[in-house]
């Protein structure tokens, strides 16, 4: 049918139907890229989205991923639907990698695991499934959280409150206020804990702490669950990053764990997770698999496998996966290196005798500043550099050669502004 | 100067930090979040599981009978011989999940699963619409493996989150797919376009969408259509009501019920609209049908939703099949489009799709994709990158688009080859009825009238697979198979009524 341009029917509505549709702000983390894109400054430094950058400040593909995709080329695979549930070899190297292939709760078959769109997919599916099967709990979210957990319970309809967590004054664990509101909450509550390199603080319970948590947890009979966006990454070690799970699993406890490998495997734009729920027993896992299954097929229908497949082939050999390691080890330790010399220069700079240490002592991707929302700003607007307003900082994107001018910049923010 | 404490320093135990005395704060949780919840009497799928049919039920025990009996069979080969395993340890409490049913299969991709425990070596599966060569293999389209390569070869492409709204040239390419190059619409930037997860995640955004930011919660979907849309648009919070549309007497479109129902529908009520190949029956309305139903939607200032997971598929002409949803844009008004490529571009597994709105302005449209984009991080953030590169890759390219279009009219060509041949085999047993409807209906699927006691008769004796409906995916017949299956609707009809 050409389009004529002149067509004789009426009745077409002039009105928009969206009229009265606002402007949505822009997401607090993802529009930092946007707006750091837009900036035509030569000094500027993108340290908001956590995304692991070289010490080139260049994204980069995993060796161990290039190999696994050329792989799965030459192997000529079909593009066939995954089952609602996901990839069958993703899925059991997924549970593996977290909770040990070993683990008693794998071989009794006490796992639900579903292949789920990173972490924000697989935290928005066990949500719905508190929302419908928990419809009188409420989560429990640290204070500070992951900005995005908020929305996800929010548009699943499931209840929040915060429990303490960050202690400005220490740049610490506040764990004595985190006690007390988990324990304080009504019993049955789902307490969401990072697994690991807390975001956005970067500050992580120690494992006596974690054993007090597990007590106050089992004690109140809530549920626990484990949003694990760093297995690997944190430390270096895989079995390291797990052991908080780990710890609550052992004890017998049922646990909710959400799962991502865009950042440990680098498989961002892949969408790449998976939603655990360990439970008492095999059949209960089998019923909670298959009610899971029935929230994800009207929200997508099945997963994608490309991301799968490519996890699927690393851990499923020997030489790629212990490949793995060692590239996960080496993006861990230049974190590491930069956190040091990040430390160092603003201990050098600093003349105000403020302690620096938590730039140390914080673990992961992030480092939580202590910046507060004008002292972020002046960041952005005299230095150019880009942040998430709450103060948190990306290492993953800064450089050895980028930590003086950046020292300069937090200690011009924190001591001149507000 | 006190020695600097060094990076190493993470692993062995921290510096604990003075806990600074709580007196001053109360021990409640600061801030408490409660949307009232609605009282939820019923859960959302109940009100579908109330509205199948009893054949779901039988068919769901007909499943469970071709299950192994022993469930979990591998976890306790496990067990039995691992003498190091704990018992389970002591649980604080029973599980909490001790409420919660099994849920049944997906009706469609059940039959899959279904039909993957079958042993028998005649075994034909017509249930899930996904292409099949005419040797019964899935198949990736040449010019698809082609841009895999390209992309994985390119050694400086990267794994970076993509917005959230997606990839912006596959974007840009899908909307100029459906609407034309030259659709005003897309000139007047009028046209919102987010990449989604196929058709389903294009769906569900769209729904979660205008239960937000819509004045009408009310969705009207064909009776029949695909089984998955009242729970995509309920579990969005919209409400699904149903408009007449397939004629089970003519094997038709039920085009006076359509009418009226859409005439009786509330104004401002959203209509979902299959573009072209309805699924579940192949029933498409005509042009002159499609303009009236244009001029009807438009009158009461209904919405359009269409859904387009055939373009191209149906007819072998991706301008032919996305004419019914031109017409719309043409008249200036708005809709909203998902769009899927799973089945022309045989990407199925790697869910690519795009929603777009058609808005009343170019400000619209802004505004529309920012509240996209709040539908969409909670979701999932962003969409997956590997589909829509490769997409994008074929679409820019005129030789790779124009091979591409070459092998979807080759697909198209053997389903309605596939359509030919059935009717003429039902022709030759001289089988009762009239079988036209196999060579009228459009696309992937048969409607072919058949009821859910022939439908398990079929499955029992001649171990054919399709839904309870009826439904037959053409694109799993082949030569071979067509005889079988036509002894097999033979048997059906005569033996049982």
Redesign the interface.
């Known amino acids: 049918m050409q389009n004529t341009g002149h067509i004789t029917m009426a009745l077409a509505v002039d009105a928009s139907r969206f009229e009265g549709v606002p402007m949505a702000p822009p997401d607090p983390i993802l529009g930092v890229s946007e707006a750091f894109k837009a900036d035509t400054s030569d000094l500027k430094l993108n340290l908001g989205v956590g995304a692991y950058r070289t010490e080139e400040l260049q994204p980069a593909v995993l060796n161990v991923v290039k190999k696994a995709e050329k792989l799965m080329l030459e192997k000529g695979e079909n593009k066939e639907y995954l089952p609602i549930e996901g990839f069958a070899a993703f899925n059991k190297a997924t549970a593996d990698l977290l909770l040990g292939a070993d683990n008693p709760v794998i071989k009794q078959g006490r796992v639900a695991t579903l292949q789920s769109l990173s972490g924000t997919g697989s935290l928005r599916l066990a949500a719905a499934f508190i929302q419908r099967y928990f419809p009188d709990a409420k989560v429990l979210i640290s204070s500070p959280t992951w900005g995005n957990h908020k929305n996800i319970f929010n548009d699943a309809r499931v209840p929040w409150s915060e429990y303490r967590y960050y202690d400005p004054k220490t740049v610490g664990l506040d764990f004595e206020g985190m006690i007390a509101d988990i324990q304080a909450a009504p019993e049955g509550s789902f307490v969401l804990l990072h697994g690991c390199a807390h975001n956005p603080t970067g500050i992580d319970p120690t494992p006596e702490q974690w054993e007090k948590l597990a007590d106050v947890i089992e004690e109140k009979k809530h549920m626990p669950f484990f949003d694990v966006a760093y297995q690997g990454f944190a430390s270096g070690s895989l079995d390291e990053d797990a052991s908080s799970v780990r710890l609550f699993v052992k004890r017998g406890l049922e646990v909710f764990v959400a799962q991502s490998y865009s950042k440990n495997l680098g498989l961002y734009a892949e969408r790449i997770g998976a939603i655990n729920v360990i439970c008492s027993a095999p059949e209960v896992a089998d019923r909670v698999k298959s009610q899971l299954k029935r929230l994800a097929r009207p929200m997508y229908s099945n997963p994608p496998i490309h991301g799968a497949k490519i996890v699927a082939n690393v851990v499923g050999d020997p030489t790629m996966f212990g490949e793995w390691k060692e590239e996960m080890e080496q993006m861990a330790g230049r974190i590491k290196n930069v956190r040091q010399k990040l430390y160092d220069s603003l201990t050098e700079k600093d003349q105000s005798g403020k302690d620096w240490s938590f730039i140390l002592s914080q673990i992961g991707m992030f480092s939580f500043t202590g910046l507060n929302r004008p002292q972020s700003d002046n960041m952005t607007d005299k230095w150019h550099i880009y942040m998430t307003k709450d103060g948190r900082i990306s290492l993953a994107g800064l450089n050895l050669a980028k930590c003086e001018y950046l020292a300069d910049a937090i200690i011009d923010s924190f001591h001149n502004v507000n | 100067r006190t020695q600097?404490?060094?990076?190493g320093?993470?692993?062995s135990?921290?510096?604990?930090?003075?806990?600074?005395p709580?007196a001053a704060?109360g021990?409640?949780?600061?801030?408490?979040?409660?949307?009232a919840?609605p009282s939820?009497a019923a859960?959302p799928?109940a009100n579908v599981r109330a509205a199948q049919p009893s054949a779901d039920r039988r068919l769901s025990t007909l499943v469970r009978h071709l299950l192994p009996s022993s469930?979990?069979t591998?976890?306790a080969t496990?067990?039995s011989a691992?003498s190091s395993?704990?018992p389970?340890?002591?649980?604080?409490?029973?599980?909490?999940?001790?409420?919660?049913?099994?849920?049944?299969e997906?009706p469609i991709?059940g039959v899959t699963?279904a039909y993957n425990k079958d042993p028998s070596p005649v075994k034909v599966n017509l249930g899930?619409g996904?292409y099949r060569t005419e040797e019964g293999k899935?198949?990736?389209l040449n010019v698809?493996?082609r841009a895999?390569?390209m992309l994985?070869q390119n050694e400086s492409?990267?794994?970076?989150?993509?917005?959230?709204t997606g990839l912006a040239d596959f974007n840009k390419l899908s909307a100029k797919l459906i609407f034309?190059a030259?659709?005003?619409a897309i000139q007047e930037n009028r046209v919102a376009t987010v990449q989604c997860?196929?058709g389903?995640?294009s769906l569900?955004v769209g729904g979660?969408f205008l239960a937000r930011?819509?004045?009408e919660r009310t969705i009207y979907i064909p009776q029949p259509t695909w089984g998955?849309h009242p729970?995509?648009f309920?579990?969005?919070g919209l409400t699904a009501r149903s408009y007449r549309y397939y004629d089970p007497a003519t094997r038709g479109l039920d085009f006076q019920g359509l009418l009226e129902d859409l005439s009786s529908a509330p104004s401002?009520a959203i209509v979902l609209l299959h573009a072209c190949a309805h699924n579940p029956t192949g029933v498409d309305p005509t042009?002159e049908q499609w303009e009236q139903i244009?001029?009807l939607m438009?009158?009461k200032?209904l919405?359009p939703f269409f859904d387009s997971a055939y373009q191209g598929f149906a007819s072998g002409s991706l301008?032919k099949d996305a004419?019914s949803v031109?017409?719309f844009v043409?008249?200036?008004?708005?809709l909203l489009m998902a769009q899927s490529y799973?089945k022309n571009m045989?990407?199925?597994?790697?869910?690519v799709g795009a929603l777009s709105?058609v808005?009343?302005?170019a400000d619209?449209a802004?505004?529309?994709e920012?509240?996209l984009?709040?539908?969409i991080?909670?979701?999932?953030?962003?969409?997956?990158?590997?589909?829509a590169s490769i997409v994008a890759t074929i679409l820019k390219d005129s030789a790779m688009f124009d091979e591409w279009t070459l092998e979807l009219k080759a697909m198209a060509d053997r389903i309605i080859s596939m359509r030919e041949q059935l009717f003429n085999a039902l022709k030759i047993r001289e089988t009762p009825g009239d079988w036209s409807h196999i060579i009228k209906q459009i696309g992937m699927f048969t409607f072919t009238g058949l009821n859910s006691d022939q439908v398990a008769f079929m499955r029992q004796e001649y171990h054919i697979y399709m839904t309870s409906d009826g439904r037959i995916s053409m694109a799993g017949l082949s030569s071979r198979t067509v005889p079988h299956l036509a002894d097999a609707i033979h048997a059906a009809v005569t033996k049982l009524k």
């Open positions: 600097r404490p060094h990076a320093a993470l692993r135990p921290r510096p604990r930090p003075s806990i600074p709580t704060r021990t409640h949780p600061r801030r408490s979040y409660g949307p919840h939820r859960m799928t469930p979990r591998s976890a496990a067990t691992d395993l704990q389970f340890p002591t649980m604080a409490s029973p599980s909490v999940f001790a409420g919660i049913a099994q849920g049944p997906d991709l699963v899930v996904a899935p198949m990736v698809v493996r895999e390569q994985i492409r990267v794994k970076e989150y993509l917005p959230i034309g030259d659709s005003p997860l196929s389903t995640g569900r979660e930011h819509y004045h998955n729970k995509v309920t579990l969005a401002g042009l244009r001029q438009r009158s200032a919405l301008d004419q031109r017409m043409a008249d200036g008004g708005e799973a045989g990407l199925y597994g790697e869910r709105i808005c009343g302005s619209i802004v505004k529309v920012s509240q984009k709040l539908v991080r909670p979701m999932y953030s962003n969409p997956p990158l590997h589909g």
